[in-house]
């Protein structure tokens, strides 16, 4: 009888991944590449944990953290709309993608100089930035992170997902080899490991390139700007909700810097690093969704179930992996770090069963057109996340920082599950994906 019941629940599953190949594939692909770089990038973060100052490491990661902010902001919502909105398009892909790449990267660069000037005005030399070398790093870096993002988004909607799980990895090499290169010379400055980020960056993307046989050379084409003007609303839509859900886990680190220390900041880093990597496995299965349904939407309520099984599951493991182990965690990127956070951290990883339901649901909205409308109750997610952050912080310190932003997320993700019981049915009435056999350069 067990072994019958065994039998009949191994075959459910298996018709469950055969019916969303699709999403099984592509997420599959992207899980691996958020696996194989999670072991690199710990490797990197561990060897500057133990080669940086705490204080450096502070103001590193948390310059990181504000490119990866500018980079939202300058990215315009258009990486998202090239996700669910290349297939539609078959044959003028190149086009819309180098059309987004350039409005979103001159856009980035002009707030990346904003930045610098108005902390410039405001800080002067006390400034995370105080030179000419950091300064370019972070202008050059944010650039290049928008270029990474528009390609990465065209990959996900050409549904060729390996292709970026291979750059995912080439940068998680690259910038662990030239990290260990720049250690070995003697540049141990938070300087340096930006200049480590910007040039493993633009390594990946060369690399990627050679081992795809010109995979990322084909997304770059005659910009089409009149298709992407096309798309002007879904683009101000897709931003709204780009900005109003990823914001407040961005700045997190450099609200840390800010709020309490450099020294810190870097204990945190430390564990928010594994969350944020954890976090990557439900973001990308609620990112492929996008393009899969848009092309099978017959099948949505099954993807979109399994999708966000897996997803709380994963996340469930990870939260009791760091519930656990987060003193050794600390203790394995510098013996300094159990002592500086102590306990506070442990609580952190329960934030991704919140997280999840939120990527799963603002999918949802993007599939129903109405990012418009989710946006404003993102927005005021955010506000409670950062603002439940900042209270916890002047109360209670790091722990504080730490319980109050857990329990803002918690609330966000049980709003979440709410309104995802509600609108799965809706997703399979939205427009249907463009149907027919236009070539592309990107079919085999």
């Known amino acids: 009888m067990p072994i019958d019941v065994a039998r009949r629940a191994i075959s459910r599953l298996r018709e469950a991944l055969q019916k969303s190949a699709a999403l099984v594939l592509n997420s599959g692909a992207l899980a691996t590449g958020t696996v194989a770089t999670a072991g690199l990038g710990f490797a990197y973060w561990w060897l500057a944990a133990r080669l940086l100052p705490p204080d450096v490491m502070g103001i590193a990661s948390g310059l990181l953290a504000m490119m990866s902010l500018v980079t939202l902001l300058g990215e315009g919502g258009l990486g998202t709309l090239l996700t669910g909105e290349l ?144 798309h002007r609303r879904r683009v101000v839509d897709h931003y709204a909700l780009d900005v109003s859900l990823l914001t407040p886990a961005l700045i997190m680190p450099y609200l840390v810097l800010v709020l309490l220390s450099p020294t810190t900041n870097a204990a945190f880093v430390a564990v928010w690093m594994l969350v944020s990597v954890a976090s990557l496995i439900p973001a990308a299965m609620a990112m492929v969704l996008f393009p899969v349904v848009r092309a099978s939407p017959n099948q949505s309520r099954h993807d979109i179930l399994l999708s966000l099984t897996v997803s709380l599951l994963f996340s469930l493991a990870c939260a009791v992996f760091i519930f656990t182990y987060s003193q050794q965690i600390l203790a394995v990127f510098n013996p300094t770090y159990p002592e500086i956070a102590g306990s506070s951290l442990r609580l952190l990883g329960f934030s991704l069963l919140g997280s999840t339901l939120k990527f799963h649901a603002c999918t949802l909205a993007r599939l129903t057109d109405r990012m418009l409308k989710a946006a404003p109750w993102f927005a005021l997610g955010g506000l409670l996340e950062l603002g439940s952050a900042i209270l916890g912080a002047k109360l209670g310190g790091l722990q504080g920082l730490v319980l109050g932003w857990t329990l803002a997320v918690s609330i966000e993700g049980a709003c979440a599950a709410l309104w995802l019981t509600s609108a799965t049915k809706l997703v399979a009435g939205t427009d249907p994906v463009l149907q027919g056999t236009t070539s592309s350069p990107f079919q085999t």
């Open 87 to 230: 297939v539609r398009h078959p044959g003028r892909e190149p086009g819309l993608v180098t059309a987004a790449a350039t409005v979103g990267t001159a856009m980035t660069a002009g707030l990346a100089l904003l930045f610098l000037v108005g902390q410039t005005l405001v800080m002067g030399s006390t400034g995370s930035i105080d030179g000419w070398s950091i300064g370019l790093a972070f202008v050059i870096g944010c650039g290049l992170s928008n270029l990474t993002i528009m390609g990465d988004q065209a990959f996900v909607g050409i549904l060729r997902s390996s292709s970026k799980t291979i750059r995912l990895i080439l940068f998680a090499i690259f910038k662990l080899m030239l990290l260990a290169a720049v250690a070995a010379l003697g540049f141990t400055s938070a300087t340096a490991l930006l200049w480590t980020w910007v040039a493993g960056l633009l390594a990946s993307w060369i690399g990627v390139n050679l081992l795809t046989r010109g995979g990322a050379r084909r997304l770059v084409g005659a910009p089409d700007f009149k298709l992407l003007h096309m």
